[in-house]
Structures are given as C-alpha cells and as structure tokens.
C-alpha cells in the first residue's frame, strides 16, 4: 500500500495542518509498517502553474513536472493532504497541484452521458485549518471545493479532520487543535 502526504501550509512549524497531517500520517504508519509514504511539501517544492508553453509542449521542465506529480498521485492509495484555507478556498500552491492530478483520460473523461472519474478506489483525508469558522457556511469555498474536485475524479471517500476557528485566541487554537487530533479516523 502506497501513502502520498501532501502539505501546503506557508506557515512552516506553525502550521496546524502540517501538524494534523503528520499525526494522520503517523498513524497510518503504525497501523501498516509496511506502508511505503512519498512527501511533497508544495511550499517548499512547488508545482508549476499552468501555462500554454507547458500545455503545449514546449516547455520540457513543465511537461516533466507535471508527469511527475500526475504519476504520484496514481500511484498512491491514501492521500493525506495539509488544506489551509487561504482567502475561503485553499493556497495556489495546492490549486497548482490539482491542477496536474485532474487530467483528461487519465483521471476523469467525458463520455456521451457525462463526465465520469477514473480515479477511483483511493481514499483522501484532508487536514483543514481555518482561521475562522465556515463549516457549513456560504463562505465555505475550501472543503465543497476539495470533495467536488476528489468526487470529479472518481474519490468518493474523502474525510476532513478540522481545526476551525484557530485565529480567534491561542485557547480556541488549542481546543481546535486538540478536538482535530481526537477526530483523526482510524486507518482502514
Ligand atoms: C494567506 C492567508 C489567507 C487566509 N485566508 C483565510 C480565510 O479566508 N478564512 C479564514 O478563516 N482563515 C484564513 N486564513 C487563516 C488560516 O486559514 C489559518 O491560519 C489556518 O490555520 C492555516 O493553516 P496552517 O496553520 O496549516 O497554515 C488565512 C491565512 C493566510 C496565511
């Protein structure tokens, strides 16, 4: 079994979300020593954006980069994602990312009656920090967005672990926190 962990917090060790995902990782690692885990830091290595010279293939490190992250991706079971909410949706960097793992025939296609995901079978887990709280609010565009992309290619299983609310006070940081880490879901 292949675990892909993705962070995407610029907030480096003060991040909440690089803290959930860590612990989200570790405990699927003590559940499955035999887990092979690949990392990518999108703050630290991060995804070319889309461009027309990469699309069209002129620029070789864009097309090599893209192949890259689309393979990673295939070829994990579990992804593990670090999801700031940055501006009501999620950092450029991760936007970056999906934008490179949604690709035509390889993870969804459009047939006669609709699009149809080719990435099923692999499970998603998002570590979601937000400063304020937006659960279930208009102004929610980061999780509707990840499950609708996850969903799009096929992901159905798609589990949000929340730390809500962190820039209200270091106590409700805390209690968010600490909330965050007692919902973290059994590996299965
Ligand atoms: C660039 C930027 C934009 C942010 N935008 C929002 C926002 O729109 N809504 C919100 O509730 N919090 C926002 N925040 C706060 C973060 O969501 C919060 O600090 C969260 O903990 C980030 O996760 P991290 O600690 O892993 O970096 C923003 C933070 C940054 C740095």
Redesign the pocket.
């Known amino acids: 079994m292949h675990l892909l962990h993705i962070d995407s ?3 480096g060790g ?5 803290e959930l995902s860590a612990a989200i990782v570790a405990r699927w690692r003590d559940a499955l020593p035999d887990l092979r885990i690949s990392y990518r830091d999108l703050d630290l290595d991060p995804v070319p954006h889309v461009t027309g010279r990469g699309l069209s293939g002129a620029d070789a490190d864009e097309v090599a980069a893209a192949a890259r992250t689309l393979e990673e991706f295939l070829a994990a079971d579990v992804i593990v994602i ?1 999801a ?5 949706s999620v ?1 450029s960097t991760l936007k970056a990312w999906i934008d490179r793992i949604a690709v035509a025939g390889k993870t969804f296609r459009y047939t006669a009656d609709g699009a149809q995901g080719l990435a099923g079978g692999k499970q998603v887990i998002i570590a979601s ?6 659960t279930g609010a208009p ?1 929610d565009f980061q999780e509707p967005y990840l499950r609708q992309v996850f969903g799009f290619l096929g992901i159905d299983e798609v589990t949000f672990v929340r ?1 809500e609310g ?2 209200y006070s270091p106590e409700h940081r805390a209690e968010a926190l600490a909330a965050a880490h007692a919902s973290i879901p059994e590996p299965v």
């Open positions: 917090s610029a907030l003060n991040s909440v979300t690089r670090g700031p909410m940055y501006n009501f950092p920090g937000r400063g304020g709280l937006h102004s730390a962190v820039a």
